[in-house]
């Protein structure tokens, strides 16, 4: 990839920080009580609110947050997709400015799975009378059935996405010689500017 040599920059706002760390851990509590967690599922129910929460927040900071933390500085278009895909498996750091288009497409898809796990959520009826979602009664027995088998599919589909993650992590670390996770702690990352 073209660009003079790498330098250290702040790219990761504080707030950005803070809200990928606290994410991380509700998304894995929250995975965990549902799987393993008591028959009473308040807990999850208020982690599921603060996951809400957390999502509105990523949503209006991807449009009025810093310059790496918007949409549209991050999100490319098929052919740079590509361009960074054939890049990505050579064996040296990229020094990415912020996300790359391949991370871009990954954030996306955990974005739009948990809209989609907490949306399921809130109208999901295990027909238990006790962990039932606080808007099932505005929707159909069978809407609110489908709700929680969507629900239930969401988990999984949102630990492939985590395993995924770790994954590149990983490999980016070994094969790249590029830390991921050291500029999500600290904000600070060497970059080259394209």
């Not at 803070?18 to 807990?43: C, E, Q, R, Y």
């Not at 985590?162 to 094969?175: P, Q, T």
Request: glycine residues 8%; without cysteine.
């Amino acid at each position: 990839m073209a660009g003079g040599p790498a330098q250290r920059e702040r790219i990761w706002d504080p707030a950005l920080r803070a809200f990928h760390w606290t994410l991380a851990t509700l998304v894995v509590a929250n995975w965990t009580l549902g799987k393993i967690g008591p028959s009473d599922m308040s807990l999850h129910f208020w982690l599921g609110y603060a996951v809400i929460a957390l999502l509105l927040f990523r949503l209006a900071w991807g449009f009025a947050g810093p310059a790496t933390a918007r949409f549209a500085r991050f999100v490319r278009g098929p052919r740079a997709v590509l361009a960074y895909a054939r890049e990505m498996v050579r064996p040296h750091p990229t020094y990415w400015p912020g996300h790359s288009p391949v991370g871009a497409l990954a954030v996306l898809a955990m974005l739009a799975v948990l809209i989609l796990q907490v949306t399921t959520g809130l109208f999901a009826d295990p027909e238990d009378y006790v962990n039932v979602g606080p808007l099932a009664s505005t929707v159909s027995s069978a809407t609110a059935r489908a709700a929680l088998r969507w629900h239930h599919r969401g988990a999984d589909l949102i630990l492939i996405l985590v395993l995924l993650h770790w994954a590149v992590i990983l490999f980016y670390r070994l094969w790249k010689r590029e830390d991921l996770v050291r500029p999500m702690i600290d904000g600070w990352k060497w970059v080259r500017r394209r």
